[in-house]
C-alpha cells in the first residue's frame, strides 16, 4: 500500500539526455559500445529494450552504470517506497540495488558483495559512499584509503577513483548527486 507501481523501464529519453550531456554523437557511442547507431537510435527512440549485457555497454559508453540509466528512466514520483526485496529488472545481479526509483535530482545504490576493483570511475558530480557493512580498499586522487563498517568517504565530482570489498558480503552505499543533473559546471583541477 503506498508503494510505487511498478512499470517496465522505457531508457531511451535517459540513454538521449546521458548522450547528449557528454556532447557525444550516436556515431561516437555506438564505437564505444560496439552497438550499432541503429541499434542506438531504437533504443533512445523506445523502439527497442537493450538486454541487460546491451546496456552495461550501453552505459560503459556513456561513463555511468545500468542502473543509474534505469533510475533515470522510470516515471518521477514525489514519494516513493524501495522495499527491501525488491531487485533490479530481470538480468541484472542482485549484488546491485537501487534505493531510489525514478528521474530523480538524488540516486542511491546499494552493492552487495565484490566491485571490480579494476574499473576505474569517474563521474561529473558528487558522490557519498557508506560502508554498511564489511570493508573496503579505495583509491581516488592517487591515495589509498582503508574503510570500515559505519565509515563514509566523499567524492566531489570529476574525482577518478576504484574501490574494491576486503570482506565478503560487504555492503557500500553509494548516494550521489544524479548524472543528468548539472551540479558542477567546468570544475577545474
Not at 507501481?5 to 564505444?32: F, I, N
Not at 565484490?114 to 579505495?138: K, T
Not at 544524479?178 to 577545474?188: G, T
Request: glycine share 8%; proline share 5%.
Amino acid at each position: 500500500m503506498g508503494d510505487h507501481k511498478e512499470q517496465p523501464p522505457r531508457v531511451g529519453a535517459a540513454v538521449r539526455r546521458r548522450r547528449r550531456s557528454l556532447d557525444l554523437t550516436l556515431a561516437v557511442v555506438a564505437e564505444r559500445s560496439g552497438l550499432s547507431v541503429p541499434f542506438l537510435s531504437q533504443i533512445e527512440n523506445d523502439r527497442a529494450r537493450p538486454s541487460t549485457g546491451s546496456l552495461e555497454k550501453l552505459a560503459d559508453a556513456l561513463r555511468t552504470t545500468a542502473v543509474e540509466l534505469l533510475a533515470a528512466a522510470d516515471p518521477a514520483c514525489s514519494v516513493d517506497v524501495v522495499r527491501a526485496e525488491d531487485t533490479e529488472p530481470p538480468g541484472l545481479e542482485p549484488r546491485l540495488r537501487s534505493l531510489v526509483r525514478g528521474h530523480h535530482q538524488m540516486h542511491a545504490t546499494e552493492f552487495t558483495g565484490d566491485h571490480d576493483a579494476g574499473r576505474e570511475l569517474q563521474f561529473r558530480n558528487d558522490r557519498l559512499l557508506y560502508v554498511a557493512d564489511g570493508a573496503v580498499e579505495m583509491e581516488a586522487e592517487g591515495r589509498a584509503y582503508r574503510l570500515g563498517r559505519g565509515d563514509t568517504l566523499y567524492l566531489t565530482g570529476g574525482v577518478r577513483h576504484r574501490w574494491r570489498a576486503t570482506v565478503p558480503d560487504t555492503r557500500v552505499v553509494v548516494v550521489a548527486v544524479a548524472e543528468h543533473i548539472e551540479a558542477v559546471r567546468n570544475r577545474k583541477r
